[in-house]
């Protein structure tokens, strides 16, 4: 499958070599429109799964962008719309193929740290996988990675203070974090938030953790930055609703998109 996939790229690249690669979560996609070159819909790419969420436009996206070469994924692949973990992170895998060494990954999450508020940006420093699965599960492709991959600095330690120094250049206050994933697509009930907060974490989402095991284990080096968009549940009394978590992402993209940018003149 891999092969067939690559050969169908290919036919749009025309030698065209990304060396960073961009998982755009929620209200994101404006960046991609912004600066595209050509893009391919997932429904063409063998191998690829078709995104079915509200927001995420569903194609891969190639630019160059500060001088440098990017693919994005103009919305992602998520394991609640019913697909596999492997077709779920077979996007990062092929990027890898493509020659990506660095992975930005964004997403829309719900503040578990009560310190944290709707707008803020929060720099993903470590994740806790609450999602029952690993989508290294099943055979190994020695070509991409170790059967048993070390999994404890999945976000690049070096890579967060440019992250930091970016943020510090558009005065951006900027959170550290760590995200807990689950499947949703329901979100956690006020028990499961609390703990998730007694566990350590700071936000909770339904993405970004499996994308993040699998750029590991083929050696990129990972970014992780989400966009707290609404108050988890019980960490106020408003009901959760996915119209929230756009609406919050479409404030806020703006400075979100100033800091991709920033990032992607220092890495």
């Known amino acids: 499958m891999m092969k067939d996939t690559l050969d169908y790229i290919e036919t749009y690249t025309d030698g065209f070599k990304p060396e960073i690669g961009i998982v755009l979560g929620s209200g994101l996609g404006e960046l991609a429109d912004k600066y595209c070159e050509f893009a391919i819909p997932y429904d063409k790419i063998p191998g690829f799964a078709k995104s079915t969420v509200e927001g995420h436009k569903g194609q891969l996206v190639f630019a160059n962008i500060n001088g440098r070469k990017v693919v994005m994924m103009q919305g992602r692949n998520h394991f609640y719309e019913g697909h596999s973990m492997q077709e779920v992170t077979y996007p990062i895998k092929?990027?890898?193929?493509?020659?990506?060494?660095?992975?930005?990954?964004?997403?829309?999450?719900?503040?578990?740290?009560?310190?944290?508020?709707?707008?803020?940006?929060?720099?993903?420093?470590?994740?806790?996988?609450?999602?029952?699965?690993?989508?290294?599960?099943?055979?190994?492709?020695?070509?991409?990675?170790?059967?048993?991959?070390?999994?404890?600095?999945?976000?690049?330690?070096?890579?967060?203070?440019?992250?930091?120094?970016?943020?510090?250049?558009?005065?951006?206050?900027?959170?550290?974090?760590?995200?807990?994933?689950?499947?949703?697509?329901?979100?956690?009930?006020p028990a499961e938030i609390k703990m998730a907060r007694t566990l350590g974490a700071d936000a909770a989402g339904m993405s970004t953790v499996p994308e993040?095991?699998?750029?590991?284990?083929?050696?990129?080096?990972?970014?992780?930055?989400?966009?707290?968009?609404?108050?988890?549940?019980?960490?106020?009394?408003?009901?959760?609703?996915?119209?929230?978590?756009?609406?919050?992402?479409?404030?806020?993209?703006?400075?979100?998109?100033?800091?991709?940018?920033?990032?992607?003149?220092?890495i």
């Open 94 to 189: 092929v990027m890898k193929k493509l020659g990506v060494e660095t992975l930005i990954i964004t997403n829309a999450a719900g503040a578990v740290n009560k310190s944290f508020r709707p707008g803020d940006l929060m720099v993903i420093t470590d994740h806790i996988n609450m999602m029952g699965t690993n989508p290294l599960i099943g055979p190994n492709d020695p070509e991409l990675g170790t059967r048993f991959p070390d999994m404890s600095e999945i976000y690049n330690k070096n890579l967060i203070k440019i992250v930091d120094a970016a943020g510090r250049l558009l005065n951006l206050d900027l959170k550290h974090g760590v995200y807990i994933a689950s499947t949703g697509p329901s979100y956690e009930t």
């Open 212 to 266: 993040a095991i699998v750029a590991n284990y083929c050696g990129m080096k990972v970014i992780g930055i989400s966009c707290i968009s609404n108050y988890a549940s019980g960490v106020s009394t408003k009901k959760l609703t996915h119209s929230e978590v756009i609406e919050t992402t479409n404030k806020v993209k703006s400075k979100f998109k100033e800091l991709i940018l920033k990032i992607l003149k220092h």
